[in-house]
C-alpha cells in the first residue's frame, strides 16, 4: 500500500477553539488510510484536540511563539525538511508569512494560507498588519479562508483567482440536531424548566465580547425576570467576567459551565443564541446553532455568509442594549427540526466537505511530490 499523504498544519494551539475543533473534524471524516494531518503548534502545553489525537497517526510539534521570528523561522524549516511534506497548511495570524517563507525555502510547492478571521484595521498598526497580509498572499500558492470576508481581510482581491477557495467551516450536521429529550433533561438538570434560555458558546476572550453580552443580558433581566444565560468555554479573562456578573448582582442567573461535550444538548436546551463578538471569520457556532433550529441574535462584526437561513439578526455593537433586548426578546423559535437540512443545503454538512478537501489534497499532492 503506497504511503499516505501527510500534510503538515501550522496553528497557534491544539486546544477547544473553534479552529482545532474544525481541523479535528474534518481529519475524523477523512480516509485516514490516505490522508494523515500533523501539526505544528506555538504553545508549550498540550491541549484538549491534542489529547485527542494521541490514538491517531498524528505528530505534533511544540516550537517558540511567533513573536521569536529567527528561531521560529529556522525550527519550522527543520520540521518541514524533517517529515518532507508535500504540503503545508498554515492557518492565518499576523505573522503567517513567517511559516510559509520556511515552506518556501525547503522546496514546498503546495502552500496554503488560510484566513479564520477579520479585523478591522485600524490605529497605527494597520499598514503593518496589511503588510503581512501582503507577504503571506505573496507566498502561498493557495488560498483558502472560511467565507468571502475573511479571505478578503488576508487575500484583497486574490480572493477572484482560481487559486482561492472557500472552506466551509462544515459540521457534523445530525450531531446538532434539535433534542427535544436532551432539552428537557439539561433544563431539568441546572433547574431551566421555565426560565427563558440564552445561550453562548466562546472562549473569554476579548474577541467574543462576554463584557457587552452579559451587561445586554443584565438589561434583559429587568424585562424578563425567567432569563438565565448560560456560558459554555473557558479563557483567560473568565474570572474577569465572573467579577462583572458579580457587580451586576446577577451571578444566580449566569451558569460557567466551562468546557463541555454536551454543546449540542445545550443548544437544544436554550431558546436564544447570542453572539456580540467584536469580529469573526465567520462564527461556527452560529452554524451548529441554526442547525439546532435556534434562533440568533449577533454583531454585525459577524459576517452575513453564517446566516444560511435567515434565522440571525445582526445588530451593530454600539447600539443601545435596549435595541439588543428587544431582538432577543422577539427571537423566539416556532418549529426547530428544519435545521439539520437547512445546513445541508447551505453547504456545511462535514462528510461531503471533508471528502472534497481530501481529493483536494490527493490531487495537489499527486502534482506537487514532496521536496
Keep these: 500500500m503506497p504511503d499516505k499523504t501527510r500534510i503538515l498544519h501550522?496553528?497557534?494551539?491544539?486546544?477547544?477553539?473553534?479552529?482545532?475543533?474544525?481541523?479535528?473534524?474534518?481529519?475524523?471524516?477523512?480516509?485516514?488510510?490516505?490522508?494523515?494531518?500533523?501539526?505544528?503548534?506555538?504553545?508549550?502545553?498540550?491541549?484538549?484536540?491534542e489529547r485527542k489525537l494521541e490514538s491517531e497517526d498524528v505528530r505534533v510539534c511544540h516550537l517558540p511563539r511567533f513573536r521569536r521570528f529567527f528561531a521560529n523561522f529556522f525550527k519550522t524549516r527543520a520540521v518541514i525538511k524533517r517529515g518532507r511534506y508535500p504540503i503545508v497548511h498554515v492557518h492565518h495570524t499576523s505573522k503567517s508569512f513567517v511559516q510559509l517563507?520556511?515552506?518556501?525555502?525547503?522546496?514546498?510547492?503546495?502552500?496554503?494560507?488560510?484566513?479564520?478571521?477579520?479585523?478591522?484595521?485600524?490605529?497605527?498598526?494597520?499598514?503593518?498588519?496589511?503588510?503581512?497580509?501582503?507577504?503571506?498572499?505573496?507566498?502561498?500558492?493557495?488560498?483558502?479562508?472560511?467565507?468571502?470576508m475573511a479571505g478578503r481581510y488576508v487575500f484583497g482581491r486574490a480572493?477572484?483567482?482560481?487559486?482561492?477557495?472557500?472552506?466551509?467551516?462544515?459540521?457534523?450536521?445530525?450531531?446538532f440536531?434539535?433534542?427535544?429529550?436532551?432539552?428537557?433533561?439539561?433544563?431539568?438538570?441546572?433547574?431551566?424548566?421555565?426560565c427563558f434560555v440564552l445561550l453562548h458558546v466562546g472562549r473569554f476572550?476579548?474577541?467574543?465580547?462576554?463584557?457587552?453580552?452579559?451587561?445586554?443580558?443584565?438589561?434583559?433581566?429587568?424585562?424578563?425576570?425567567?432569563?438565565?444565560?448560560?456560558?459554555?468555554?473557558?479563557?483567560?479573562?473568565?474570572a474577569e467576567v465572573r467579577s462583572r456578573v458579580r457587580d451586576l448582582g446577577i451571578e444566580d442567573k449566569v451558569l460557567f459551565l466551562g468546557e463541555s461535550a454536551e454543546v449540542p444538548?445545550?443548544?437544544?436546551?436554550?431558546?436564544?443564541?447570542?453572539?456580540?463578538?467584536?469580529?469573526?471569520?465567520?462564527?461556527?457556532?452560529?452554524i451548529e446553532a441554526q442547525a439546532s433550529g435556534l434562533p440568533c441574535v449577533a454583531s454585525d462584526a459577524v459576517p452575513?455568509?453564517?446566516?444560511?437561513?435567515?434565522?440571525?439578526?445582526?445588530?451593530?455593537?454600539?447600539?443601545?442594549?435596549?435595541?439588543?433586548c428587544r431582538a432577543i426578546r422577539d427571537s423566539r423559535a416556532h418549529d426547530r427540526t428544519a435545521g439539520t437540512e437547512l445546513a445541508r443545503r447551505a453547504g456545511y454538512d462535514l462528510s461531503p466537505e471533508a471528502r472534497r478537501l481530501q481529493e483536494w489534497y490527493l490531487e495537489k499532492q499527486a502534482e506537487a511530490p514532496a521536496p
Design 10 to 49: 501550522v496553528i497557534a494551539a491544539l486546544e477547544n477553539g473553534g479552529v482545532e475543533v474544525l481541523l479535528y473534524n474534518y481529519f475524523m471524516a477523512m480516509d485516514r488510510s490516505k490522508v494523515a494531518f500533523d501539526f505544528i503548534v506555538h504553545t508549550p502545553h498540550r491541549g484538549m484536540i
Design 101 to 148: 517563507l520556511a515552506a518556501w525555502s525547503c522546496g514546498v510547492q503546495v502552500r496554503i494560507a488560510h484566513s479564520h478571521d477579520c479585523l478591522a484595521l485600524r490605529g497605527p498598526k494597520k499598514w503593518l498588519i496589511r503588510l503581512y497580509g501582503r507577504l503571506t498572499t505573496a507566498l502561498a500558492t493557495d488560498w483558502f479562508a472560511c467565507s468571502e
Design 159 to 175: 480572493v477572484a483567482s482560481p487559486r482561492f477557495r472557500l472552506v466551509r467551516n462544515a459540521i457534523p450536521v445530525d450531531r
Design 177 to 194: 440536531a434539535f433534542d427535544p429529550a436532551r432539552r428537557a433533561a439539561i433544563r431539568a438538570r441546572h433547574r431551566l424548566e421555565d
Design 205 to 238: 476572550a476579548p474577541q467574543k465580547n462576554h463584557d457587552r453580552l452579559v451587561g445586554i443580558f443584565a438589561q434583559l433581566r429587568q424585562q424578563e425576570p425567567r432569563a438565565r444565560l448560560l456560558l459554555v468555554g473557558t479563557g483567560e479573562l473568565e
Design 265 to 286: 444538548a445545550f443548544l437544544s436546551a436554550a431558546d436564544v443564541f447570542v453572539l456580540p463578538s467584536r469580529h469573526e471569520g465567520l462564527g461556527m457556532v452560529l
Design 304 to 324: 452575513r455568509e453564517a446566516d444560511i437561513g435567515g434565522g440571525i439578526r445582526f445588530l451593530p455593537l454600539d447600539a443601545p442594549d435596549d435595541d439588543w
